[in-house]
């Protein structure tokens, strides 16, 4: 969903640094190829992604939630020569499409796939990590945060995608929507919480940028 008029989106968009090729391959690869392929962070978001990880030159990296991959390459071009991307995903249907482009981008050796149940493996994982990125099923988004917080590097970032849920969390709740009751609680969380300073940004269907003190 966007939030911005269409015509300015577009200017915002053109004005912002193009994706690699290689994504765009995975992108046409993703579209044509596999179920719901809204879930991919797309173009733009995957700019701002790469250009947070390059700013923050993480060594260690969580992504919660692969499906293709798209994501975790973008967030692979600014670590460390020395550093490690752990991406997780319940569905290991994908990893063959994940590791033709792992494979081809040079980032293949620090990039570990695990898959199964995250709220399983995360409390398995002895690192601590710089830079996490969360983008998976929305309610468990609180216990997510609840479990990697403790994880987390002092000046580390949690980001975290969905969380304007197209704009359903400004509507009135439907006591059946788990996934907006959840992310309500979350956005309140982030905000609230005295161990992280946390800014959302409006960009595509909602950012959160969470700074840990």
């Known amino acids: 969903m966007h939030f911005l008029p269409e015509n300015l989106d577009?200017?915002?968009?053109?004005h912002s640094q193009q994706e690699p090729k290689i994504l765009q391959e995975l992108s046409k690869e993703t579209w044509q190829k596999v179920l719901n392929p809204?879930?991919?962070s797309g173009a733009f978001q995957g700019r701002v992604l790469s250009m947070i990880s390059k700013l923050i030159?993480?060594?260690?990296?969580?992504?919660?939630?692969?499906?293709?991959?798209y994501s975790a390459l973008c967030l692979a071009e600014?670590?460390?020569s020395k550093g490690k991307i752990i991406t997780l995903d319940k569905n290991e249907e994908l990893e063959t499409l994940q590791n033709k482009y792992f494979e081809k981008s040079g980032y293949r050796n620090q990039i570990q796939q695990l898959v199964g149940n995250a709220i399983e493996i995360i409390p398995t994982l002895?690192?601590?990590?710089?830079?996490?990125?969360?983008?998976a099923d929305k309610s468990n988004y609180?216990?997510?945060?609840n479990l990697i917080i403790k994880k987390m590097n002092p000046?580390?970032?949690?980001?975290?995608?969905n969380v304007l849920w197209s704009g359903k969390v400004v509507e009135k709740l439907d006591p059946k929507d788990k996934d907006?009751?959840?992310?309500?609680?979350y956005n309140k969380l982030l905000n609230s919480d005295k161990r992280v300073e946390t800014v959302l940004l409006p960009i595509r269907d909602g950012l959160t940028i969470s700074r840990v003190k």
Do not use: A, C, H, Q
């Open 57 to 69: 030159k993480p060594t260690t990296v969580l992504e919660i939630g692969t499906y293709t991959g």
């Open 10 to 14: 577009n200017y915002v968009v053109y």
């Open 38 to 40: 809204r879930m991919l």
């Open 180 to 185: 907006t009751k959840v992310l309500l609680e």
């Open 78 to 80: 600014g670590i460390s």
């Open 142 to 145: 609180v216990n997510y945060f």
């Open 155 to 161: 000046g580390g970032v949690i980001l975290s995608d």
């Open 126 to 135: 002895d690192e601590k990590f710089d830079l996490v990125f969360i983008d």
